[in-house]
Structure formats: structure tokens, C-alpha cells
């Protein structure tokens, strides 16, 4: 019997949609953008797609294969989560960034919203998951005063192995085990995701014996979601990591057609991108659903580390990029959507919305006397949740805000798998688009340098010589 995901017409029923009527002037007027402004953007649509394909031909893009090389990788994860998960109650993910954010996004949209608190049994035999993407002393702290530490397997994920916030996590972590369970058991309670060759993480785990991952050499930290990065811990939680695979390899598909205005991940970047040219810098990823709140924190590392960059065109530095700002539906109705109609006309709202929610909830018919409630008796959350996110859409296209809408059949790990790699496809695009290059992050560096520089790491004297120079603060401005 093949899997569901394998068979057309399940999949084609899973189908995301794109709908950009709204970012487009003959829906939301002079905000918008006309088909005249796409037609005029022609030759650099196709140097950019020209530059996808050659870069992915060549090894520029490794993280576009993953849907396709990561076979053997899921039967190893697989494996490894069945011979350990009766072993451990709780699963701690130690990574930041792209080695923290997919993690969370897919294990909150999969899984039951009170997942950790659901019973072990409930939880199909699964450990509970906790992401340390801080160094916040009071978090780390407070998680030991609810985890077991001989019942606790702690996953490092970094893919330079040099990052402080993860490694310092994972050192403490170390001491802690070697402490109460000795040298030899704490080795079972480390598991560590890295590059193969490169960084401090490798040889450790090679060193201590540590059971091991491999982050692909091309892949960086906020494409890396469909590598071990995401698949062990989703594995660990009972998700299906072979579908996401399959829901990205399926919007793939989707995203090599010739005719740009079908191809959803074009689409997204170029319209972003004639929106970023009229000035509107801010991108709002407004899911209505709590299974897709984490999608916004995922999206925007991706959106604003790939795209958020300055170069030199030869008479000026020029800075770009979206801001993005996460909001979430219904919720943020009440807080954010009044400046979002009337506010500045500065950004694409991005609706995500949900056809098949996993339940139906019923409104009790009561209060059939007071008119303004009365309405909502024999209704359902579903049908008002939908609702509220339409007429939101219809508030902010009338008031001349553009936005656009993807939806999801429903939120299962195919769907989840096409939204991810629709946005990174669509984050390369438009890197292309822009010109600038969407997989390094330069501008992370200088508060890397200055906080090692301060630290007093080795090799920083002169970092550490330009920071002591920096001028002095005036108590003028400190109240
Ligand atoms: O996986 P690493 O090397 O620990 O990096 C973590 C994060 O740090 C960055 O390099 C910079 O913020 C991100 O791109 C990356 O996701």
C-alpha cells in the first residue's frame, strides 16, 4: 500500500495556493502593482531564474536537493528515535537561529498544542521536546527544575560548532551529566547535529564518542531545516519527516514551471520585491491558526538574515531588505490590524489561512435575545476564524494595504513541507532579484566579533583595541 503522500490525488488535494489579487492595482489601487510593472521586470525575472538554475546546477544551492538526497538520512533518524525514545521522557534541542527556529515552528504546527504536558502514552511513547535557543541564565536554570536529567537526551545543533550561545549551553550541559550519571552513561544522553568536517562541534563529538548527524556542507543554518537540524527533532516527536520531505519535493515541482506567473514561489519574491522598491519594507506573516504562529519565527530569520543586506552600487551604499514582523490571527486583530489599515501603506501583509482545521468546535445557541451575540449561536470557531480573516483581508484591501494569502488544505506534514520550501525558494528568488547575496549574514558578524572581543577570547586584542576607543557615553543622555 503506498503512503498517502505518494498517491496524485491526495496530493493534489494538499495543494498550497497563492492568492495575490490583493498586492495587484486593479484589487487594492495605486498601492498595488500592475501586470505592466511584472511585464517590465521580464529580463530580470529571467536573469534571476537563469542564476537559480545555474547556481543549483553547481552546487550553490544545496539545500534545494534536500528533498530528494535525505532518504538514507530518515531511515538513520528513524532508527536512532526507535532505539532510544523509550529510554528518555524529554528531548532538549541546544541551537539558535536556523538550528532552533524550524525545530519549534514544525513540532508546534504538527503536534497537540499541549504536547509536553500531554502523558507519555498520549504522546504515541514520544519524548517531551524543549528548545534552549537562549542564554537567559534564569531559562537554562529553570528547565532543570522540571526535567530528569537521567531521563533527558539533549540534542546540540550547530552547524559552525562556534556559536557561544549553543556551545556555552551545551558545556554546562556536559558537566552537568559527567556529574551525576559519570563519563561513560552521559555519552547516551548527547547527540549532536554538525557539519561533517568543519568546526569545534565534529571532532568533540568524535572525541567523546557522541552519536552524530550530519549538517550538508552547502547548507546554511536557515535552509537547513529539512536536514537532521529538523528531521531529528520532528522524529523524536512522532512527525512524519518522510512527508515533509515529500511536500517540499511536491512544491518543488510546483516551483520549476516556466510560466511565472503560476510559479508560486516567483510570484511571492517578485511581488515582494516591486513592493520593497515602492517602499514597503516591512513584511507581516500573519497565520490564522496557533499551529502556524512559529512559522513567523522561522520566516523571519529566513526572510530578513537572507535579504537584509547592503552593497555598493558604485556611487552610494544601498541598504535592503523587509522587516519582518510577526502577527497572528485572530489575535492580533486586536492589536496590531488598526495600525495595519491606517498606518503607513509600508507593507505586504502575508495571510496564511487554513481550509480544514484538525477540529470543529460549536457554538452554543444562547443568548438568542441580545441581537450582537445571538449571531454567533449554532455557529462554529472554524467559520468564524475564516470569517475574521476574510473581512481583515477585505478591511486592509480597502484600505489600500497590500496583502496577499497562502492556504493550507489543512496543516499536516506535507502541507508543512511545501510552505517551508516555498518560502525558501522564494527567499532565493528575490535574493536573486535584488541582486545581493541571500546565504551569508555579514552583518552578524560585527556583534560576534565585539562580544568575543569583550570576552576576552583569544585573537581579539585589536577588535578589543578598537572597542576601547569607541567614545565614551555622556551621562547627558543616560536618565
Ligand atoms: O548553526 P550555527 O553555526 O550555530 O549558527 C546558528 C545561527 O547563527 C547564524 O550564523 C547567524 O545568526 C545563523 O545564520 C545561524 O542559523
Known amino acids: 500500500m503506498s503512503k498517502r503522500f505518494e498517491q496524485k490525488d491526495w496530493q493534489e488535494s494538499m495543494r498550497l495556493k497563492l492568492d495575490f489579487n490583493n498586492m495587484m492595482t486593479s484589487y487594492v489601487g495605486e498601492n498595488g502593482i500592475s501586470e505592466e510593472e511584472i511585464a517590465d521586470l521580464q529580463a530580470q525575472i529571467e536573469k534571476a531564474e537563469k542564476a537559480m538554475v545555474e547556481k543549483r546546477a553547481n552546487g550553490g544551492m544545496d539545500w534545494r536537493d534536500l528533498p530528494y538526497n535525505q532518504a538514507d538520512i530518515v531511515k538513520d533518524i528513524n532508527a536512532y528515535v526507535e532505539s532510544v525514545k523509550d529510554d528518555f521522557d524529554t528531548f532538549v534541542v541546544l541551537g539558535i537561529g536556523g538550528s532552533a527556529l524550524g525545530p519549534i515552528a514544525v513540532q508546534q504546527a504538527i503536534n497537540h498544542p499541549y504536547y509536553n504536558e500531554l502523558s507519555k502514552e498520549k504522546r504515541g511513547g514520544y519524548p517531551k521536546l524543549y528548545v534552549m535557543d537562549n542564554i537567559d541564565p ?22 559552525s560548532g562556534s556559536t557561544s550561545e549553543t556551545m556555552s549551553q551545551f558545556m554546562i550541559i556536559k558537566e552537568m551529566l559527567e556529574e551525576k550519571l559519570g563519563k561513560e552513561e552521559s555519552k547516551k544522553h548527547v547527540v549532536c547535529t554538525t557539519d561533517a568536517k568543519n568546526g569545534n562541534l565534529r571532532p568533540i563529538a568524535d572525541k567523546e564518542g557522541y552519536k552524530s548527524f550530519i549538517i550538508p556542507a552547502g547548507v546554511g543554518g536557515r535552509f537547513s531545516e529539512l536536514t537532521p537540524v529538523g528531521l531529528l527533532p520532528a522524529a523524536m516527536c512522532g512527525i ?65 538574515e537572507s535579504l537584509g543586506k547592503k552593497f555598493d552600487n558604485d556611487k552610494n551604499v544601498v541598504n535592503v531588505g523587509q522587516t519582518p514582523v510577526r502577527a497572528l490571527g485572530a489575535t492580533d486583530q486586536h492589536s496590531q490590524v488598526q495600525l495595519y489599515s491606517e498606518g503607513p501603506k509600508d507593507k505586504v501583509i502575508v495571510f496564511v489561512g487554513v481550509d480544514k482545521y484538525k477540529t470543529t468546535l460549536d457554538i452554543p445557541k444562547i443568548y438568542g435575545d441580545i441581537p450582537s451575540l445571538g449571531f454567533l449561536g449554532g455557529e462554529t470557531h472554524n467559520k468564524l476564524i475564516k470569517t475574521e480573516q476574510m473581512a481583515t483581508e477585505y478591511a486592509l484591501l480597502k484600505s489600500g494595504q497590500t496583502n496577499m494569502t497562502i492556504t493550507l488544505p489543512e496543516v499536516n506534514e506535507f502541507t508543512l513541507g511545501q510552505i517551508l520550501y516555498l518560502f525558501e525558494v522564494a527567499t532565493g528568488f528575490a535574493g536573486e532579484l535584488l541582486d545581493i547575496n541571500a546565504f551569508d549574514q555579514p552583518g552578524v558578524e560585527e556583534g560576534k566579533n565585539a562580544t568575543y572581543a569583550m570576552f576576552g577570547r583569544p585573537g581579539y586584542d585589536e577588535k578589543k583595541a578598537e572597542l576601547d576607543n569607541r567614545p565614551a557615553k555622556n551621562d547627558k543622555f543616560i536618565i
Open 138 to 159: 534564569e531559562k537554562l536554570v529553570s528547565l532543570f527544575d522540571i526535567i530528569d536529567l537521567d531521563k533527558t537526551l539533549f540534542n546540540v545543533i550547530t552547524k
Open 240 to 304: 512524519d519527516i518522510e512527508e515533509i520531505l515529500a511536500g517540499a519535493a511536491y512544491m518543488d515541482e510546483l516551483c520549476k514551471t516556466d510560466n511565472t506567473f503560476k510559479n508560486p514561489a516567483s510570484m511571492y519574491a517578485i511581488l515582494n520585491y516591486l513592493a520593497m522598491r515602492r517602499g514597503k519594507n516591512i513584511s507581516v506573516i500573519m497565520p490564522y491558526a496557533d499551529t502556524l504562529k512559529y512559522i513567523g519565527d522561522w520566516y523571519a530569520q529566513l526572510w530578513a
